[in-house]
């Protein structure tokens, strides 16, 4: 019995050591979590409680050169409800006075939100989603109702912001004015003014504290942001409204006529490079057409006859050659390292000054002025169009900037034809917008600008930073090359390839073009056209100057010429700008195409123009249209808001009168 008793004893001091020893751990275990490590398991428990987040800052607002707004931030706000926070007594008090006020701003009914709320707080939902995607003053509006505004942890007021980017006048310029965003890998990208400026546009973020309130749910700490974001600088863009609609539909109607793949116009201010109007179309399966390349900035092509101005730019100031030397065109085909050189013309044009071969646009004519007087110097030639700045990019803030290619001797893909062929287009490669710049020279009496985007960036009312004209080249040539080369484009439009052009109301001057691409290809690939217009506007005082691209027009249509299919969208444009009769071109066959993409705005304006002295009723247009429409008509314009027009202030059916500023409200 005392040896069993002594066991007994022996098995309770061993547990009770044990359990001593499990103590000891235990204090020691608790002493390092809270002196040693309890830091970092405080840390690591608020993390899982308390998260900051990113409040995204109000991105700059992208303004017209006129002032209207091409892309802005709209924050939007949903707010939901946590059914658990307000007490007994406040949630009674409030509840249906809180129904009430929502009826007045959202679609349901009193009693409905009534009923979601108390089945909300029945069922213990911290996060009952009471209103999505609200604008600015509705959540102002909300905020303040009866218990929402006790804040969020007296009266489970909960919002959350998100900013998204509105483009007010729809999809016209939309690459232009392009996107900054992440894509699906979480690399940042983006195109246009949106990405190339989005140092100024951006602003800095903001932070605010949220608790974790169920799994995934979250909710603001406090009713103040820990750090309040800071809104981006606004853009002011060169972009031009009034010309840009006018260059947008010209070029649509036409590019649905002749069912082309695709194109793009550019309108550039002389004096300065800026860049009023540019629009770039491409057609989808459907068989419409939208903006979805930058083809004026990216797409670097053989130019064809719009290249011979350089030619005869070349000849002239080297004097090698003068506008009266006459050239024979040998009937039209002259053949080179047993390649032929063709004449659109059939049976060429006999005997004619080096002049009139520019304004008739022979390729014979201008490939013996510049094959005859440099075939033993080439790189005198190419040295030439290099200095004209033709064999490089212009520098532009837009990343994709096709690369312009002017070939040399010793290059890998000089040959013996490349000389001729360059005389007439081809074996070189430029981008629309290139080459507008280079025509843009001669209208500047020889001074290059480089294209602007942009004018300036402000803050406000205040000017953070200006973009003056920059100067590519002070002088392509001499002035007396300048005279002859301004009459022979003034001529191209008179008498020349152009002349059907040729209005005695408004002069233009420029020069037509239509490359084979494609050709000769073995990749199965067939060849097509590119029919092109470039040129300035008036003649005798150059403003603007142009360039309209068309890709890939159906040779079914009779027409692939640069003359027929892209000299009407100048003209369209020349006339719409300088005068008030709209354009005598007809436009034949238009399909449902062009209606299925454009509002009432096409047909609306017509009938006004012909018809009406009075002010049209706008109400249900697009902010876009309405603007255009009305300043068509001599009215000044100016809107509230972004969308449709909801409300006009001046009632339609009043007779106009010109230069009287209209309001306009857009939903």
């Excluded at 709209?74 to 006075?97: C, G, M, T, W």
């Excluded at 069912?259 to 399966?285: F, P, Y």
């Excluded at 200095?387 to 096709?402: I, N, R």
Aim: hydrophobic share 35%.
């Amino acid at each position: 019995m005392a040896v069993d008793d002594k066991h007994i004893s022996y098995r309770i001091y061993l547990v009770a050591v044990f359990i001593f020893l499990m103590a000891i751990a235990i204090v020691v275990k608790l002493a390092n979590i809270q002196w040693v490590e309890g830091d970092h398991y405080r840390q690591l428990a608020k993390q899982r409680t308390v998260k900051t987040f990113v409040i995204p800052a109000n991105k700059g607002n992208i303004y017209s050169a006129d002032g209207s707004l091409l892309a802005t931030s709209i924050p939007n706000y949903d707010i939901r409800f946590d059914a658990l926070v307000p007490k007994q007594e406040i949630f009674e008090k409030n509840v249906k006075s809180l129904a009430d006020s929502l009826a007045t701003i959202l679609p349901e009914s009193s009693a409905f939100y009534q009923n979601e709320l108390r089945k909300a707080r029945a069922n213990k939902n911290r996060y009952f989603l009471v209103a999505r995607k609200l604008s600015y003053t509705d959540y102002i509006k909300i905020k303040g109702f009866p218990m929402f505004n006790l804040g969020a942890y007296k009266g489970g007021f909960i919002q959350e912001q998100e900013t998204v980017r509105e483009h007010p006048i729809g999809k016209i310029a939309e690459r232009t004015i392009g996107y900054d965003r992440i894509d699906s890998k979480g690399i940042p990208e983006g195109k246009g003014i949106e990405w190339a400026f989005r140092d100024y546009l951006n602003g800095k973020d903001g932070k605010i504290l949220k608790q974790k309130i169920a799994k995934g749910q979250w909710k603001p700490i406090r009713d103040i942001n820990e750090l309040d974001p800071q809104d981006g600088y606004d853009v002011v863009s060169t972009i031009d409204v009034f010309i840009q609609d006018i260059a947008h539909h010209a070029l649509l109607k036409q590019l649905v006529e002749y069912e082309a793949d695709h194109g793009c116009v550019v309108v550039m201010e002389t004096q300065t490079g800026h860049i009023k109007a540019i629009a770039n179309l491409g057609r989808t399966r459907d068989g419409s057409y939208y903006e979805t390349t930058n083809y004026a900035i990216t797409e670097s092509q053989e130019p064809g006859s719009t290249f011979k101005l350089a030619d005869l730019m070349t000849v002239l100031e080297d004097k090698v050659a003068d506008t009266g030397t006459v050239y024979d065109t040998q009937n039209g085909v002259i053949k080179y390292f047993g390649r032929s050189v063709r004449d659109s013309h059939k049976g060429g044009y006999g005997k004619i000054s080096l002049a009139r071969g520019f304004e008739l646009s022979s390729n014979t004519v201008l490939v013996q002025a510049v094959y005859d007087n440099y075939k033993n110097n080439p790189t005198k030639f190419v040295n030439h169009l290099k200095g004209y700045g033709l064999g490089k990019k212009l520098g532009l803030h837009f990343k994709g900037e096709g690369s312009a290619y002017i070939p040399a001797p010793g290059d890998k893909h000089w040959s013996g034809v490349s000389l001729p062929w360059m005389a007439f287009g081809y074996g070189v490669s430029v981008t629309p917008l290139q080459t507008l710049t280079y025509y843009n020279s001669v209208a500047n009496n020889g001074v290059m600008v480089k294209p602007q985007f942009v004018s300036e960036i402000k803050e406000w009312n205040k000017t953070i930073r200006k973009y003056d004209v920059e100067v590519l080249n002070p002088k392509v040539c001499s002035d007396e090359t300048l005279g002859k080369l301004k009459a022979v484009l003034e001529n191209v439009v008179k008498k020349g390839t152009a002349k059907k052009l040729y209005s005695k109301d408004f002069s233009m001057a420029g020069k037509t073009g239509t490359s084979q691409v494609n050709y000769g290809k073995r990749d199965g690939s067939s060849m097509y056209y590119a029919s092109s217009f470039v040129g300035y506007f008036p003649a005798d005082h150059p403003k603007y100057s142009c360039i309209v691209m068309v890709n890939r027009p159906s040779t079914l249509k009779g027409d692939f010429y640069g003359a027929g299919v892209a000299g009407p969208v100048f003209k369209r444009i020349a006339q719409k700008i300088f005068t008030d009769a709209p354009s005598t071109n007809e436009i034949k066959n238009l399909d449902e195409k062009v209606a299925k993409q454009e509002t009432n705005y096409g047909q609306y304006y017509t009938k006004l123009q012909k018809k009406s002295k009075n002010i049209p009723n706008v109400k249900g247009m697009s902010g876009m249209d309405a603007i255009a429409l009305l300043e068509n008509l001599g009215m000044r314009v100016r809107i509230v808001g972004i969308g449709k027009v909801r409300k006009q202030s001046i009632d339609a059916g009043q007779n106009i009168d010109k230069n009287t500023t209209i309001v306009l409200e857009l939903s």
